[in-house]
């Protein structure tokens, strides 16, 4: 069965730290691969896709086919990064298959 | 601002009671689906229109239904709503199928009695 798995419910990390949110997925094929984010009171939007290779508020996301991981990434975290994420690979042309969701926490 | 609303915010209803969520959108999209997600879970698809068409997800219970009658309105109708229903439900739509990004709602938080 396809599958997105993110380890980590809760992830508290300090301020100006690197921060790690990861994403394993068991796929066939090759899905297009997003990071949806979830801020405090807000609604679900778009964070980044891969197929843009953008960096988004400092966030990137590096595919690694062979280990079929998509794990998001910043350099230095900020409080206002503070949100839950989700990873959500697309299955086909509309379907998103959301992981259960990872919440950072970053720390004054 | 262009977004997707729904109303209401939060639904109380009792074991049985059918009860109807409602989703509009000023973007114009295509495409209209409806999630739920329970407690610390992940939103799961339950259907979509694409358009008038519209296509249920396989393990989707015969419970819920949707209604689409024009391009801005979705409903989702839950027959005879379970306590195993009480969830957050979330309205999205994309501009087409394939376009990738979805636009979400703050979604509607069901209760049942």
């Known amino acids: 069965a396809q599958r997105v798995t993110q380890p980590e419910k809760l992830l508290s990390v300090f301020k100006g730290a690197p921060v790690e949110l990861k994403c394993n997925y068991s796929?066939?094929?090759?899905?297009?691969l997003f990071w949806y984010v979830q801020y405090s009171r807000q609604r679900l939007q778009l964070l980044l896709r891969?197929?843009s290779r953008e960096s988004i508020k400092g966030f990137t996301a590096d595919l690694n086919k062979g280990e079929t991981s998509f794990h998001l990434k910043k350099p230095f975290a900020q409080e206002e990064d503070s949100a839950m994420y989700y990873c959500?690979?697309?299955?086909?042309?509309?379907?998103?298959?959301f992981g259960t969701g990872t919440r950072l926490k970053v720390l004054a | 601002d262009a977004m997707v609303i729904q109303n209401p915010r939060y639904q109380v209803t009792q074991f049985g009671k059918p009860v109807t969520l409602s989703c509009s959108q000023t973007?114009?999209?295509?495409?209209m689906y409806w999630y739920q997600q329970k407690s610390s879970q992940a939103p799961k698809l339950l259907f979509h229109y694409y358009d008038k068409d519209f296509n249920n997800e396989a393990d989707t219970p015969d419970n819920f239904q949707s209604r689409r009658p024009n391009t801005s309105f979705c409903f989702l109708d839950i027959r005879s709503p379970g306590l195993g229903d009480a969830a957050m439900y979330l309205c999205?739509?994309?501009?087409?199928?394939?376009?990738?990004?979805?636009?979400f709602g703050p979604g509607t938080r069901l209760t049942v009695l």
């Open positions: 973007l114009n999209h295509n495409v």
């Open positions: 999205a739509t994309s501009r087409s199928l394939g376009a990738g990004e979805q636009f």
């Open positions: 959500a690979p697309l299955q086909g042309t509309y379907k998103y298959i």
């Open positions: 796929y066939s094929g090759s899905p297009e």
């Open positions: 891969h197929i």
